[in-house]
Every structure is written in C-alpha cells, then in structure tokens.
C-alpha cells in the first residue's frame, strides 16, 4: 500500500483474488474520477471491473474510502517523483518538473481533493495532515535546493508556492483547455519565481 495511506489495513493479508479485485477497483476508479471527478458511479466503477457492487462495498465500505485510496495512490508518486529530482543537476528544472507533475494531479482528479479534505474536518483519522506534510516536505525541500543556487528568489515560501499551485489549478479546471492554461499560468509563476 502507498505510504500516503494512513488506513493501513493490520488485518491478515488479503487472498489473492480479493488483492486483485482491489487493485483493479482502484484503477478503474482512477480512471472513472479522471473522467467525471468525484460524482462517478460506484456502479459503474464495479461493473468496469466486473464484479458486483457489494465487493466494491466490501473494499471500501464509502465513497470516500475509494477517493482516498485512489489519491493515496497518486500523492505517493508525486513524493517519490519529488525526492528523485532532489537528486538533479538543474535545481530549477527540478522544481518546475515536480510543480507541473503537483499541478496535472490538481488538473486530473478534479474535486477529489476537495472531497478528501472536507472530510478531513469531520475525521481525525484522515490521511490528508500525512499528505500534507509529505508534499510540503518535498516542495520545500525543492524549493530550497534551487534557492541555494540562486535559481529562485530567496523570499519565495513554500507554503505560498503550494498555495499558487492549488489556486492555478482551480483557475484552470474549467477551462476548455485546462492543461494549456495551467502550463501557461504555470510558466508566469516560475518566471516571478526566477
């Protein structure tokens, strides 16, 4: 399980079908979310993977068990993509690699996030303080690199950069070519940077 996951399942593992069957719910619902956020059909994500409703049910007993797996998922990548680049000869590239990576996920999972941390509010057991804390940490660990090098302004905040990345893709979402209009709002927010 990704290490974003803060419901880690301590039970016995799993049979091999029932693994299977999760692995493939998740998937499709990476796929189902992409395509119509966070209003897909449970339904539909099921019959995709041809099982019945209850197994399903049985995986992730809510809708927001699923988004959380399938952003657990994703927000696991976007940390280990970020360490890797820490790692990089252009510190600056780094940085820009890894927003555009944060930004396409803010893009594809529409209202998703939002979901996740409505309910943060209502649950202490939530995964998004963990998620939170594992993308400010490789941000600001970017950040930092391309600062030392004096690739980017020493008074830029992570916190700030974080807060400009969440606001370029809410601006972006609806638009018609939402990809091309948070590359673009992307670029002008590298360059104040620079």
Known sequence: ????????????????????NYDLLVAQARIAFAESGADASLADIARRVGVASGTLYRHFPTRLDLIEAVLAEQIAELVTLGRSLLTTDDELDALFT??????????????????VM???????????????????????????????????IADANPADLLKMLGA?????????????????????LMNGLA
Do not use: C
């Open 1 to 20: 399980m990704a290490s974003g996951n803060a419901k880690a399942d301590t039970r016995r593992p799993k049979r091999a079908d029932a693994q299977r």
């Open 98 to 115: 890894w927003l555009r990576a944060a930004l396409a996920h803010g893009l594809t999972y529409r209202g998703l996030s939002a979901v």
């Open 118 to 152: 409505n309910s943060a509010l209502d649950h202490k057991n939530s995964p998004v303080s963990t998620w939170h804390a594992e993308m400010f940490e490789v941000g600001s660990a970017l950040l930092s690199r391309a600062q030392q090098t004096g690739r980017v």
């Open 168 to 188: 370029i893709a809410w601006a972006a979402q609806d638009a018609p070519d939402s990809t091309a209009q948070a590359d673009r709002l992307l670029i002008l």
